[in-house]
């Protein structure tokens, strides 16, 4: 870690705070009615059911506290996201509406990372960040605000415990997805680290038949994009 880096991987306490924003934002009393009812509204002869496993998952919610006590830690300092937060556009339109800027991705504002000053703030979005993203903020010695999914973070361990060990890491993702760059990153943080990405069912069987002798390495490394 570059010296005098700060990076706060914990809630500021200013959840009370936050609340009204984030209710006014992100919360329903129709919603909280149908969950109450077993998941069920009848109105006449219409009938809503309701997902009971329905809304942002507890790293999203966390992500999303996060980024609002930033706002109100730090009222007067520029506050950028390296990207989107999670892909959803309401909630990174209502972030932009109070004044974080985003570095990257589909709502950049245009300020690039070598223009981050130690008098800024970055917020690490919940599906964390590529180690040489990390290195070039912490180069500029800003405020790290790191809301990256404990689950995410989990992920990562056991591809550097495998890279450390020798083995090729195989993923399963988008191959240019802000999360699979960033544990891509952690399986080649080692000399020795391989990985291979694999999008569906059909590439996994292609895995399977390289690895039982079958197909050619050609055809192989034709289908798939790998440091392997």
């Not at 809630?11 to 069920?40: C, D, M, V």
């Not at 109070?98 to 950049?108: D, E, H, M, R, T």
């Amino acid at each position: 870690m570059t010296e005098n880096t700060e990076i706060i991987r914990k809630s500021f306490g200013l959840k009370e705070q936050i609340k009204p924003q984030l209710q006014e934002s992100y919360h329903s009393a129709l919603i909280e009615q149908i969950k109450k009812q077993n998941y069920r509204y009848e109105s006449g002869r219409l009938t809503i059911r309701l997902a009971e496993e329905f809304g942002f998952c507890y790293g999203v919610d966390r992500a999303i506290d996060y980024a609002y006590e930033t706002r109100a830690k730090f009222p007067d300092r520029r506050i950028f996201l390296t990207n989107e937060i999670i892909h959803n556009p309401r909630v990174n339109a209502k972030l932009q509406g109070i004044g974080i800027q985003f570095l990257s991705g589909p709502y950049s504002c245009g300020v690039s990372f070598d223009q981050i000053t130690e008098k800024d703030v970055v917020i690490l979005p919940a599906f964390g960040t590529t180690i040489h993203e990390l290195n070039q903020l912490q180069k500029r010695k800003c405020v790290l605000v790191d809301t990256t999914c404990g689950s995410v973070m989990s992920v990562w361990k056991r591809v550097e415990s495998y890279s450390r060990d020798g083995f090729t890491s195989i993923i399963h993702g988008k191959y240019d997805h802000e999360e699979t760059l960033a544990t891509c990153s952690r399986a080649t943080n080692y000399p020795q680290g391989r990985f291979l990405v694999v999008r569906d069912k059909d590439q996994a069987q292609k895995v399977c038949d390289y690895i039982e002798g079958r197909g050619t390495r050609e055809e192989f490394f034709k289908e798939f994009k790998s440091t392997v």
